[in-house]
């Protein structure tokens, strides 16, 4: 009577009769060999053993849920989405949109500063150019008040020099009607024809006051113009 002989994919067992073998179960891909068989062969390429092959039902790739379990996993979603991937979507976009608000808050920030920044320099360049416009119109007062402080000071010395000259030829005219009037005083001394001793002494007296006149006119013209050159030395 025909033995098999099966391979677990590890070791060889039997062997075993056809009866035997219905009870090991067999499926389309175990492995049998039996006498005057070349090589090992699956179960389905050996005709007699077609009756005694197990059905294996096919793998599971999904497990029916129940009514209440699709119930729950509906309750999982958020808009058509797992619950994880849409939080995650979520996070992303969040992120997204503080980064961009993040950024234009900077630019902002940023411009306000430059903003800033150009009115500062602005009204800086506005004050540095009032200083020197004030600064240029000190300096223009200052030259003109030298100015007038000049034309004031020569104006003066004009003037002193001007009265200066005039009490040098008032002496000089002074000085020729004293020097007359001592030559008079001489004649008068030395003439006596014609003449009382009264009406001698009369004209001596009356030529000797215009003397003293004179005299006394020059010194004053004099004092007048050491007066006048000292006040030359303080004119600047």
């Keep these: ?54 059905v294996i039902p096919p793998p599971l790739n999904r497990i029916p849920l ?49 903003q800033k920044n150009h009115q500062t320099e602005f009204q800086n360049q506005q004050i540095e150019l009032q200083q020197k416009q004030t600064d240029e119109e000190k300096i223009q007062i200052a030259i003109q008040e030298k100015i007038d402080s000049d034309r004031l000071s020569k104006q003066k010395k004009d003037s002193v020099n001007y009265r200066i000259s005039e009490i040098k030829k008032i002496i000089l005219v002074n000085s020729a009607n004293l020097e007359e009037d001592q030559n008079k005083l001489i ?15 009369e004209q001596i007296n009356l030529i000797e006051n215009d003397i003293i006149h004179w005299q006394n006119e020059i010194k004053k013209l004099e004092n007048e113009a050491d007066r006048l050159y000292l006040k030359l030395e303080t004119i600047h």
Aim: glycine letters at 6%; zero cysteines.
């Design 187 to 201: 004649d008068a001394k030395d003439f006596k024809l014609f003449r009382t001793e009264s009406e001698r002494e």
């Design 66 to 114: 129940l009514p209440e379990e699709d119930e729950k996993v509906v309750s999982q979603t958020i808009l058509g989405l797992d619950k994880s991937i849409f939080f995650l979507a979520f996070g992303i976009i969040t992120l997204i949109i503080g980064t961009l608000i993040f950024n234009t808050y900077q630019e902002n920030r940023s411009l306000e500063f430059d």
């Design 1 to 54: 009577m025909k033995t098999y002989y099966i391979h677990n994919g590890t070791e060889n067992s039997g062997p075993f009769f056809l009866d035997e073998l219905k009870a090991k179960k067999i499926t389309k891909t175990t492995l049998i060999w039996f006498e005057g068989m070349d090589e090992w062969k699956y179960a389905a390429d050996i005709p007699e053993l077609k009756n005694i092959l197990s």
